[in-house]
């Protein structure tokens, strides 16, 4: 059995916590939540604080602090060099623009792109662009995971009129909230190529663990 360091599980199991309460918790709640006294969540609150990722309020209550957006960025480059074969493979399959979508929020957030090469005409997807995630195949992709129902999603005009798309979610990768898809002016064999979106998530999960 490997050791782990207990001091650091329960600085991330922490971390969790504050991240899951809209409000903060007080060091008495966090204590409370994650079962050790209070002198030891104090400590690891104040490890934390000086570090930046995590922020008292004026009222004595805690959250995550802002560190922890620098921490998340350095994910997004990762994430794109992982990425990147599994998206090209796809878009030159299908012939269509391939992209990688993650969920921030409440949002679908496009953090990787790759554009056919064979074909004259292809949707210009851009790498930062957000859209709800209940609107457009990425993000239902993703909802679907969330639900415990994995499955490739479609959609048509939802984001681009005229554009189709067809998503499947990135799956069984711990703190990834994903999907994979492809997006075309015309048409697009959901039957095909959802399956098709199916392989390249679950090749991407590969790549992931």
Do not use: K
Request: charged fraction near 20%.
């Amino acid at each position: 059995m490997v050791e782990i360091s207990q001091t650091l599980d329960r600085g991330l199991r922490l971390l969790e916590v504050l991240s899951e309460s809209a409000g903060g918790l007080s060091v008495a709640e966090a204590s409370t939540v994650l079962g050790v006294n209070r002198t030891i969540v104090y400590r690891l609150l104040a490890t934390l604080e000086q570090h930046g990722l995590v922020r008292r309020a004026s009222n004595g209550r805690f959250s995550v602090g802002f560190g922890v957006l620098s921490l998340a960025g350095s994910v997004h480059p990762w994430l794109r060099h992982v990425a990147q074969p599994v998206l090209r493979s796809l878009a030159e399959e299908i012939g269509a623009t391939a992209h990688l979508t993650i969920a921030d929020g409440v949002e679908a957030l496009a953090v990787a792109v790759v554009e056919p090469t064979r074909t004259d005409f292809h949707v210009a997807y851009r790498i930062g662009s957000r859209h709800p995630l209940e609107r457009g195949a990425a993000g239902r992709a993703i909802l679907s995971a969330r639900v415990g129902q994995p499955a490739y999603a479609t959609s048509t005009g939802e984001l681009e009129a005229g554009a189709q798309g067809v998503a499947a979610p990135v799956v069984a990768v711990p703190g990834v909230e994903a999907s994979i898809g492809v997006i075309a002016l015309g048409d697009l064999d959901a039957d095909v190529v959802g399956p098709q979106t199916m392989r390249a998530a679950e090749e991407l999960t590969r790549r992931l663990t």
